[in-house]
């Protein structure tokens, strides 16, 4: 979601100095790459990227492509096979192993529909949305249509699409990922062939810290340049400042029990309570148990936790297994942390792994793919 932030915050400044932009996308791989389909990178005229499409081999080449895209004003499949031999000789060197689709879009300002428009559109809005932009898998002489709808529980944008019985199969398949929280890549037959890219887009994680301490500062910079959402909470008002915390997205004084009256949470949401305050933190966590948040992590040892846990029994608060599922004490990931930044790095860590539903272990330890891989599926009329 930064990325994407990243690349609206540069189209608005082209804009605003009248410069041409075209959006590059990965909307397919097949085999190893660096980046998966929904990375993304714009380009402006005067060759300015902003976000990434690869490692960095792949950026000179689509640059020229995308000045080409701006040319011409039509959208183009640029195709890098890096498992070809001669791949090197080309320049782009990935050693990736894989073959990778990036479309590549001019996006022009009279389209009040264009990519950057959609995502402006989702992004005023917190909550999950589908992106579908289409494209020609095999027939690369085919003229593109690019990134055409936007998909939430409310409503549905379209930008330029003639075909209905397409429109109709799209819509079907963008709900049904809403549901799924899966992105897929589909090949539609109606009387043409169409290839679509239907992307799950979440919400950047809000991360609620509750306690104000020093520890808290290096949790809040590293979130932030994740770009998630931040919130520090505290009952102490000279704890609790914006001088302290520059850049987190609000900080509040709040007493404990009164957190879900100053703050929206959903399923996205992840809560530490580091206060040192054992009461506090006992209160914000009854506060939150039955509440959407997905991840709640306690700082402390495990006997802390285990004494909240059975404090609210004794409350006749049953503690289920879906609970414990979404608690973890200690936070973080066991890396030997030790400093207060160390152990921010730790908790950042578990609570990316949680989100992604991984356990945060080595990855030479893992014998699956690392991300992944989409299938695509044939729909026919």
Same mark, same amino acid.
């Given at each position: ?5 990243d690349?609206?915050d540069?189209y608005n400044k082209a804009q605003? =100095?009248?410069k ?7 909307v397919h791989v097949e085999g190893?790459s ?11 005229e005067d060759?300015?990227?902003?976000g =990434?499409i690869s490692g960095?081999c ?6 020229r492509k ?5 040319s011409?004003?039509q959208p183009?499949?640029v195709t ?5 031999e001669d791949?090197?000789k080309?320049?782009?060197g990935l050693g ?7 479309l590549?879009?001019?996006?022009l ?13 989702l992004?005023?809005?917190r909550q &999950?949305?589908?992106?579908i932009t ?8 085919a003229a593109?249509q690019?990134?055409?709808m936007l ?8 930008g330029f ?8 199969a799209?819509?079907?398949d963008a709900?049904e990922?809403l549901h799924?929280?899966?992105?897929t890549?589909?090949?539609y ?13 979440e919400?950047a994680?809000?991360l609620?810290?509750?306690?104000a301490?020093?520890? &808290?500062?290096p949790?809040v910079?590293?979130?932030n340049? /994740? ?7 505290d009952?102490?008002a000279?704890?609790a400042t914006?001088?302290?915390?520059p ?10 029990d009164h ?6 949470v ?7 309570l ?10 914000v966590l009854k ?5 959407e948040?997905k991840?709640?992590?306690? /700082?402390?040892p495990k006997?802390?936790l285990?004494r909240m ?5 004794e409350?006749?608060i ?5 609970h414990?599922?979404?608690?973890y004490g200690p936070?973080?990931?066991d890396?030997?942390a030790?400093t207060?930044?160390?152990?921010a790095?730790?908790?950042? =860590?578990?609570i990316? &792994? &949680?989100f ?8 030479r330890?893992r014998?699956?793919p690392?991300?992944v ?7 026919y009329?």
């Open positions: 979601m930064k990325e994407i932030r690349i609206i540069a605003s =100095a009248g041409q932009t075209a959006l590059a996308t990965v190893s660096y980046r998966r389909p929904g990375a993304r990178m714009l380009v402006t060759g300015k990227l902003t =990434a960095g792949l950026e000179g080449d689509a640059l995308a000045l080409l895209v701006m011409r004003q183009m499949v890098y096979d890096t498992t070809d791949d090197a080309l320049g782009v990736c192993n894989g073959v990778i689709q990036i590549i879009e001019p996006l300002p009279q389209n009040s529909d264009n990519a950057i428009e959609l995502f402006k559109v992004l005023a809005q &999950a949305g589908v992106i289409i494209f020609s898998l095999h027939h690369k002489k593109e690019g990134t055409i998909v939430t529980e409310e409503k549905v944008k379209t699409l003639q075909n209905k019985s397409l429109n109709d799209l819509l079907t709900v990922a799924s929280h899966i992105s890549i589909k090949t037959v109606f009387n043409n062939e169409y290839t679509a890219f239907i992307e799950i887009v919400p994680i809000s609620i810290i509750i306690g301490g020093n520890d &808290a500062v949790l910079h590293f979130a340049i /994740l770009g998630w959402q931040v919130t520090v909470v009952g102490r000279n704890y914006a001088d302290r915390f850049s987190a997205n609000h900080v509040l004084v709040s007493k404990a957190i879900l009256s100053n703050i929206k959903d399923s996205q949401t992840a809560v530490v580091m206060t040192h305050n054992y009461n506090y933190d006992f209160l506060t939150l148990l039955n509440s948040v991840y709640i992590g306690s /700082l402390g006997n802390k285990q846990l059975d404090e609210l029994n409350e006749d049953e503690i289920t297994e879906e414990l599922q979404h608690i936070v973080g990931l890396i030997g030790e207060s930044e160390e152990i790095l730790s908790v950042i =860590a578990e990316k &792994a &949680a992604s539903k991984r356990q945060g272990t080595s990855l330890c014998e699956t690392i991300h891989r989409e299938v695509a599926k044939t729909f009329n």
